[in-house]
């Protein structure tokens, strides 16, 4: 079946505009978290969503950062007023809302903004 | 609050040679998961092997098992046999059950395997 679907792949914006990332999970899978991950670095967990509701948004940067996810489906990050420190990989990842089942990722979205 | 940490930023193994990775973990909830990831050059994220914290017995999933020393709070992943398409960046990661929290990832290992 299909996998976590992200898109663009890649986007280049300039400073100071606003950006929209989409996540498209695994079908049925409720579980749907954002990741970001800087050049050669860890990931850094941005926010959790369990069906619409997001329960955990505490690795959220600043309140240039939002998320939403609608239908219990597609998830969109939303970043304004991008700055070049945003510049990195953002990976979304879904799984079944079962304690060991792993996240599926997706391929990411390459961010770089000048 | 949940933490965890690898302490090998970089590590280089012979061909054929089996490979330790460290993981050790903080955690209050009893019952968690620990989750084992490789991230190659392409970037894609590959899951390796899961470990609960009531199982019993260690994982094991081909080549790849789990040395898990609970009182130790640490979730070493052992591969064995190493071959060069194991080199890669691991993550070791985990999440707390109780609460359904958040999957935290550490800072990762990047392994290179020596022909």
């Known amino acids: 079946g299909a996998g976590v679907s992200q898109s663009p792949s890649n986007k280049v914006t300039e400073k100071g505009k606003d950006v929209e990332l989409r996540c498209d999970p695994i079908s049925g899978h409720t579980a749907l978290y954002w990741y970001r991950q800087s050049l050669g670095q860890g990931l850094e967990f941005l926010i959790y969503?369990?069906?619409?509701?997001?329960?955990?948004k505490s690795g959220l940067p600043s309140d240039r950062f939002s998320a939403e996810r609608t239908g219990g489906s597609v998830s969109t990050l939303t970043i304004q007023r991008t700055q070049q420190e945003d510049s990195a990989v953002y990976l979304c990842?879904?799984?079944?809302?079962?304690?060991?089942?792993?996240?599926?990722f997706g391929n990411g979205t390459r961010l770089t903004v000048t | 609050a949940q933490k965890i940490t690898q302490t090998q930023p970089g590590m280089f193994v012979q061909e054929k040679e089996a490979v330790t990775l460290d993981c050790t973990y903080d955690t209050s909830d009893p019952s968690y998961g620990l989750f084992w990831y490789k991230q190659p050059s392409s970037g894609e994220m590959i899951f390796l092997i899961y470990q609960g914290s009531y199982d019993q017995q260690n994982a094991t999933e081909g080549r790849y098992s789990l040395n898990f020393q609970k009182a130790r709070k640490s979730a070493n992943l052992v591969i064995s046999a190493s071959q060069l398409g194991d080199s890669a960046m691991y993550f070791c990661?985990?999440?707390?059950?109780?609460?359904?929290?958040?999957?935290?990832f550490g800072s990762g290992t990047r392994l290179s395997i020596r022909p």
């Open positions: 990842a879904s799984s079944p809302y079962e304690g060991n089942s792993p996240l599926h």
């Open positions: 990661a985990m999440r707390e059950h109780s609460s359904a929290s958040k999957i935290i």
């Open positions: 969503f369990q069906g619409n509701s997001a329960p955990d």
